[in-house]
């Protein structure tokens, strides 16, 4: 079984992009790892606080519309970017 992490290296190898030019979403503990990897992070419809208190942001919805709104505001604003701090 490949790790989210092995994926998440992969995936910055092979688009040439930074770790913290990423976005990654979660919603257990198995996400901890690759939150800590990425710039930006988000835990949707979690049941795991812990992986909330790790996430830049946490939402609980009922669809996937949220996700749009959240790539609005990310490119529209950078001081969301420097507001994120490496873990």
Same mark, same amino acid.
């Given at each position: 079984?490949?790790?989210?992490?092995?994926?998440?290296? *992969?995936?910055?190898?092979?688009?040439?992009?930074?770790?913290?030019?990423? +976005? =990654?979403?979660?919603? !257990? *503990?198995?996400?901890?790892?690759?939150?800590?990897?990425?710039?930006?992070? +988000? =835990?949707?419809?979690? !049941?795991?606080k812990d992986l909330e208190q790790v996430?830049?942001s946490a939402f609980k919805a009922k669809?996937w519309q949220i996700f749009s709104e959240?790539?609005?505001?990310?490119?529209?604003?950078?001081?969301?970017?420097?507001?994120?701090?490496?873990?």
């Open positions: 079984m490949i790790r989210k992490q092995t994926w998440v290296r *992969k995936i910055l190898k092979k688009f040439g992009v930074k770790p913290e030019e990423v +976005i =990654a979403i979660g919603d !257990s *503990k198995g996400d901890m790892d690759m939150f800590r990897m990425v710039g930006f992070c +988000i =835990a949707f419809n979690s !049941s795991c996430a830049v669809t959240v790539a609005t505001v990310r490119d529209g604003t950078r001081r969301l970017r420097d507001a994120v701090t490496r873990r």
